[in-house]
């Protein structure tokens, strides 16, 4: 019994649909007609081409209109300095 109910979850596992292979969101960053194309269809039907995709299209928009980032301080303040008081001029 125990025996069919295995070969029975492996045939079942074995009729699965294979996933869609998808592009990265790099590869569409670097290839913008890729992207438009891929982004219309998104438009179109994002449950035909899947939400990983769909989402690799928008991180892909959003790196090539922002970039990869920097951080806001590059350079780390280490302090900020006081000057010395000017000497006080008597008046005449």
């Known amino acids: 019994m ?3 109910w295995l070969l029975l979850s492996a045939l079942l596992l074995s009729a ?8 990265s969101a ?4 670097e290839n ?8 219309l269809q ?5 449950s035909k081409l899947g939400d990983a995709q769909c989402n690799a299209v928008g991180d892909a928009q959003r790196i090539r ?3 990869k980032g ?3 301080t ?16 008597e008046a005449r």
């Open 16 to 23: 699965c649909e294979k996933p869609m292979p998808f592009e």
């Open 74 to 89: 590059p350079y780390p303040v280490t302090s900020f300095s006081i000057p010395a008081q000017a000497p006080k001029v």
């Open 26 to 29: 790099e590869f569409l960053a």
């Open 70 to 72: 920097t951080p806001y």
């Open 65 to 67: 209109f922002m970039g």
């Open 2 to 4: 125990n025996k069919i």
């Open 42 to 46: 998104c438009r179109a039907d994002r």
């Open 32 to 39: 913008p007609e890729r992207l438009k194309e891929l982004n």
